[in-house]
């Protein structure tokens, strides 16, 4: 078995489930954006359970992010708008990404091109390291910058131009994330298969905003923000089933997942794993729970492998 | 800050009492926490078992009992009044300790703690750890008399803690900026975003400044940058590089926009 091959659980685990050339030892993963690039400061509790890691979105230049206000909650949920805060893909190259290998997790690096121009420059620091990263997440759903992420994947030709050139770029895994926010989110999903993706992350948060009654003007210096937290779960189940239901290559769900019966439903509906974000603000055990969840479902219902529960609400 | 030391679990609530108005007094029995704890560092207390409201709130550490947090919370909205309703003995999810607390003080430096309203609670902590081993005096500003209460509670732990109020009502008129007095090798405060900027204006630039900035807070240990403060090094996070930043790098004009 190759290094990037590894995991925290047993060998043969009902849990484990493979992503293209990577074997993940549970089918939860961190979410892009709530993962620290610093090793010091991962939240050891919540490593276990946890199958893979995303990193931060990564952008060619440094970004210091949105000013303003950066979070307001809702209802079981959350607004953000952080605006892809990142060191820059140099400094995470040589800075972070050794650091985030070191942890024995599959990683996929989380990247967001703000231009066509910029995707070789973007990916060629990565060239190095391809065998040990488990897949770059191609970022086209970020709500919260003026250029790339969601502008790109709202139409199915954006997504379809963006993707490849990243398969140009990247000869490893390559998965796209896609923003619920496509008006035809079948559409964009079957544009990013055809055009080279290996796995499709869906999806990310959900556009939305919050209004200062005192000040009388919007919360967020720029008026819109992204909704996640479990009060998304059921539209994101629905995105995952729609696109499951769609193509042919592996679908990681994302959104609102907060307990192991969000991801069980993720999974049933055909996701092959799941992504925890804000689930980490509540809850530092819950890959743990999600795979203590997970297994004993799996015992009761009798499933011997989690790739045969894998799709299995759709039957 | 290194986050192998947060631990997040089931803090028991054990004593729990209103100690004015809209302020309560928390004692959580959380071992890992107490034991850990540094002046400056704050907990992530959950309000709710349920998901509603979603995040746990930023509370700083007033103190340590025993096993132990002593907590002084402010009731400002819907989820701390919340925490109101609940019994003694209730199970809370308690993440902590966390962030960048005060620096360890140095012998033969005088130290002003500056608090405004409740944002002495983590100077309690500093002072109750290292009141009586270095020189260090307690300068809290208040609105009214009708914090009196505060006060008392205070002056258990800090028996000749100045305070001086908006309205001169309790002690002098005025506030921690109008009256400053005496001579300081460091500032530390927490408090109002203004009075925390009024001191960075009025203090001489020889004096060290170290506040501890409030800031709405994600997921408490550097992953979600929801929390940062803009600096002369670029946004650094309240809950890694703060609460306790060194005021004098804080862009003070941008923070307080």
Redesign the interface.
């Known amino acids: 078995m190759e290094e990037r091959c590894c995991g925290m659980s047993s060998v043969n685990s009902p849990l484990e489930i493979s992503l293209g050339k990577t074997l993940f030892a549970t089918p939860v993963m961190a979410a892009s954006g709530v993962w620290p690039l610093e090793r010091r400061l991962w939240p050891v509790q919540a490593l276990e359970g946890l199958g893979g890691i995303c990193s931060k979105g990564i952008t060619l230049l440094p970004r210091e992010g949105n000013p303003g206000t950066r979070l307001a909650e809702t209802p079981a949920g959350l607004l953000n708008s952080i605006g892809l805060q990142n060191p820059g893909m140099k400094v995470f190259e040589a800075t972070y990404l050794p650091e985030l290998l070191r942890g024995n997790l599959p990683l996929a690096v989380n990247v967001a091109p703000q231009s066509e121009e910029e995707f070789q420059e973007l990916f060629e620091p990565l060239e190095p390291w391809a065998s040990r990263i488990a897949a770059v997440e191609l970022n086209l759903s970020c709500p919260n910058v003026k250029a790339g992420g969601m502008s790109w994947g709202k139409d199915p030709d954006g997504v379809a131009l963006a993707t490849r050139l990243a398969r140009s770029c990247w000869k490893g895994d390559l998965w796209i994330k896609l923003t619920p926010q496509a008006p035809d989110l079948p559409a964009v999903a079957r544009a990013a298969e055809y055009s080279g993706a290996d796995a499709l992350v869906v999806g990310n948060t959900w556009l939305g905003m919050a209004m200062d009654l005192q000040k009388k003007r919007p919360v967020f210096e720029r008026v819109v923000a992204g909704l996640s937290g479990p009060a998304i779960f059921p539209l994101a189940l629905q995105t995952v089933w729609s696109v499951a239901g769609t193509v042919d290559i592996p679908v990681i769900g994302c959104g609102g997942v907060q307990s192991w019966e969000h991801a069980a439903a993720m999974i049933l509906a055909g996701a092959r794993a799941v992504q925890v974000g804000s689930g980490f603000l509540r809850n530092l055990s819950l890959p743990k729970e999600i795979t203590e969840g997970l297994l004993a479902y799996m015992l009761r219902e009798k499933f011997g492998s989690l790739g045969e529960m894998v799709g299995a609400g759709r039957k | ?4 030391k ?3 679990g089931q803090g028991i609530l054990r004593e729990f009492r209103p100690l004015m108005d809209n302020v309560l007094l928390l004692e959580v029995e959380a071992p890992s926490v107490a034991a850990r704890a540094h002046p400056g560092e704050f907990v992530l207390l ?1 309000v709710s078992p349920s ?6 709130r930023p509370l700083g550490i007033a103190g340590v009992s025993g096993d132990r947090v002593v907590l002084l919370v402010q009731v400002v909205g819907r989820g701390t009044a919340l925490l109101q309703t609940l019994p003694s003995g209730t199970a809370l ?1 308690l ?1 902590g300790p966390l962030g960048q607390g005060f620096p360890s003080p140095r012998e033969g430096r005088r130290y002003l703690l500056a608090a405004g309203g409740l944002g002495v609670v983590p100077l309690l902590f500093a002072y109750r750890q290292w009141g009586e081993l270095f020189s260090m005096e307690v300068l809290l500003g208040v609105p009214d008399a009708s914090w009196a209460p505060l006060g008392s509670y205070l002056r258990q732990f800090v028996p000749d803690i100045r305070m001086v109020s908006d309205d001169g009502t309790l002690g002098e008129r005025g506030n921690p900026c109008t009256c400053l007095e005496g001579c300081w090798d460091e500032v530390w405060a927490c408090g109002p975003l203004p009075l925390l900027r009024g001191l960075w204006e009025c203090l001489p630039p020889d004096v060290s400044y170290y506040p501890s900035l409030e800031a ?4 408490g ?8 403060v ?1 600096t002369k090094e ?2 650094l996070r309240a809950c ?1 590089e703060g609460p306790v930043m060194d005021g004098r790098k804080v862009l003070w004009h ?1 923070l307080c ?1």
């Open positions: 800050m290194d986050s192998s947060i631990w997040e959950s998901w509603d409201p979603f995040l746990h999810t993440r709405r807070m994600g997921c240990y550097g992953g979600c940058l929801g929390c940062v803009p670029g946004n890694v941008e926009k």
